[in-house]
């Protein structure tokens, strides 16, 4: 039977949701069960003990002690309220204690109102009750079982051939899960391992197939067409698998943590994404901690509508601070997060506001109002080519901006301050590294000089790489790219960057609120730097297309102020372990701070009247590391070496 005729298949379906055996219906039957061993029982025993003289009592009334003490103790263990179809183990060890338990109390009534030859008999003829009634029980369950089985073996011939990868509880639990959900788009085929050990075994009734040399033909023998990961750390380890998977354009599927409770209750698995491939291991932090730090504070965020700093807003949501003001100069990203918030965190208090860094009297009157106990300060012009082309606006709003933050958050008392920076701020070749690196100068110089007057506020740095997925990344151009047929263009063969996903960043981020120090500058483990090229090439391969047949990549060149191979240390900097391992501290240059305000105020009027050429002069100046790369202000660093 091939082909199943479509009204079968109907039928067939309507059978699958249909929920006729509600529980008072499977307890008459249990106990008919129950009467039908209890006649047989009966007519057996008499056969066999019909060379005694000795009578049993009344069938009648062992059919009436029988089935009521069967129905007390069924509703005692609950027997008839499990959902037969995804029995297990357990369920069927409460039918069998409930059994031993009714035909102990049967003994027990029947024993003690008998003669002493009745006994044995007795005993015999409940033992024959006992086995006829398990067996009966046991296979009117398991018979609804195969059926249903069969019958979404039947519904399934169109659903989706997919193997499970690993044979970890977790995989076990959605093959079994996806087995029995009439709902589901999965057909299970079996489990692939990379451990030699479950070669040729099976798990649930599921097949193992060794994933060791043979996986192409494998894949391609069951016309497999997606692969299911359940975490991301098998996912990292099997590479190859999911190199080949894409090759022979079969989807990698990741089931994700769950994390929000509303979705316990459902199966959510989603196509993976370059962020899944990072090959890094699962970031873990101290989630008690933070909700210690965070619980009951006002916490404002700048740039909060950015991709950093509305990341944080949505990680702070489950810390229970009792207001986030969240600050950001662009209306319409601030509006849909503000509509995301609503829609998702109904319980969370927060209150955006529309307003910019460089404004300082604006900014006052937030402070004045919501009087916040922490800052994370996200705000910041980010776009190196924009930046280069701009850097006035780029002094006005990383230097000065930045600047007005971290004064108001020392006049106002706030607690805790920690600035988003980033690696382009390490040996800076743009105007945005160098604006970035000069406000790092700020802040710390700030923090060690409030040290010395005895000031109890934390200045935290926090410089991680590029983040995956952020608004203007690789990311989202190159899958726009590649949707319109490409070409997907690279600025170089050899260019290469640290990444991150803006999750991993910001956890890290609030972590440094727990461990930090003031006036330290804490970077983030960011793993092996990755090859741009190859990034686009594994996102060509999981869109399922074929680079050089489907889709080119196109090398553009370098852009202005652009570096080939980015840093997360300066030459003179090095490195200290903290308690978390995937943050160290960057032991940098200590600045004056009674030097560094004159300087930053010098370059701010330069930035304020527009004059460019005084303004990269100053940076220059202020951080004799910044050498610009292919950019018009090379020129500079030839006057400065004269």
């Known amino acids: ?274 962020e899944d491939l990072l090959n890094r291991d699962v970031i873990h932090i101290n989630t008690d901690a933070i909700r210690e730090q965070v619980n009951g504070k006002v916490i404002m965020v700048t740039g909060a509508a950015g991709s950093i700093g509305s990341e944080i807003v949505r990680q702070l949501a489950g810390f229970n601070p009792s207001l986030v003001v969240c600050v950001d100069n662009a209306e319409t990203p601030l509006h849909f997060l503000d509509l995301e918030l609503k829609e998702k965190y109904r319980r969370f208090k927060y209150i955006p506001i529309i307003g910019d860094v460089r404004n300082k009297k604006k900014m006052e009157t937030v402070f004045i109002k919501y009087q916040p106990d922490f800052i994370f300060h996200a705000a910041a012009y980010k776009h190196v080519p924009m930046m280069e082309n701009n850097p006035c606006e780029a002094v006005l709003t990383n230097v000065m901006g930045t600047k007005h933050i971290i004064d108001l958050a020392c006049k106002y008392n706030v607690g805790n301050f920690v600035m988003i920076s980033t690696d382009k701020a390490v040996n800076p070749t743009n105007i945005m590294g160098a604006t970035k690196r000069i406000a790092e100068i700020y802040l710390q110089s700030y923090a060690n000089h409030l040290q010395c007057s005895n000031k109890d506020i934390k200045f935290v740095t926090t410089r991680f790489g590029n983040v995956l997925g952020s608004n203007g990344s690789v990311i989202p151009r190159f899958k726009q790219q590649i949707t319109e047929g490409g070409p997907v263009t690279v600025t170089h063969p050899e260019i290469n960057r640290y990444f991150m996903t803006i999750r991993e960043a910001c956890m890290l981020v609030l972590e440094t609120t727990v461990i930090g120090e003031s006036g330290f500058i804490y970077m983030f483990d960011m793993g092996k730097p990755v090859k741009i090229a190859d990034l686009a090439k594994r996102m060509i391969k999981l869109a399922g297309l074929t680079l050089g047949k489907d889709i080119e990549i196109k090398y553009t060149g370098l852009r202005p102020g652009e570096k080939l191979y980015e840093e997360l240390l300066g030459q003179e900097e090095t490195t200290q372990p903290t308690i978390h391992k995937k943050i160290m501290v960057a032991k940098v240059q200590q600045y004056d701070f009674n030097k560094v305000v004159p300087a930053i105020n010098h370059l701010v009027r330069r930035a304020l009247n527009m004059d460019i050429e005084s303004s990269v002069l100053t940076m220059k100046q202020m951080v004799p590391e910044y050498v610009s790369e292919n950019s018009e202000f090379k020129r500079f660093d030839h006057q400065l070496a004269i």
């Open 1 to 274: 039977m091939r082909k199943i005729n479509p009204y079968i298949k109907k039928l067939f379906r309507v059978l699958s949701e249909c929920k006729v055996l509600n529980h008072h219906l499977i307890m008459l039957i249990d106990l008919f069960i129950v009467m039908i061993a209890c006649i047989g029982s009966y007519y057996l025993t008499e056969v066999f003990f019909k060379k005694y003289t000795v009578q049993l009592p009344a069938l009648s009334e062992i059919i009436f002690v029988s089935l009521t003490v069967s129905l007390a103790i069924f509703l005692l263990f609950r027997i008839n309220r499990g959902i037969i179809r995804y029995s297990t183990v357990p369920d069927l060890w409460r039918v069998l204690m409930a059994l031993i338990l009714v035909h102990t109390f049967v003994f027990t009534l029947v024993y003690f109102s008998s003669s002493t030859s009745l006994q044995g008999i007795l005993f015999a003829y409940l033992f024959i009750q006992f086995a006829i009634t398990f067996i009966c029980l046991i296979s009117f369950r398991s018979i609804l079982i195969i059926t249903y089985q069969f019958i979404v073996s039947i519904i399934s011939k169109d659903k989706i051939p997919a193997f499970i990868f690993d044979t970890d509880p977790r995989s076990v639990s959605l093959a079994q899960s996806l087995e029995y959900d009439y709902q589901s788009d999965y057909k299970i085929l079996g489990f692939l391992t990379h451990d030699s050990d479950y070669k040729d075994k099976r798990i649930a009734n599921f097949p193992i197939y060794y994933a060791n040399g043979n996986t192409e033909s494998l894949l391609k023998q069951f016309d497999v067409k997606e692969l299911i990961f359940t975490n991301e750390k098998t996912l990292h380890e099997a590479k190859e698998l999911v190199d080949i998977s894409m090759q022979q354009k079969i989807k990698v599927m990741l089931l994700p943590s769950v994390t929000d409770p509303d979705k316990l209750n459902r199966i959510e698995i989603k196509q993976i994404q370059i």
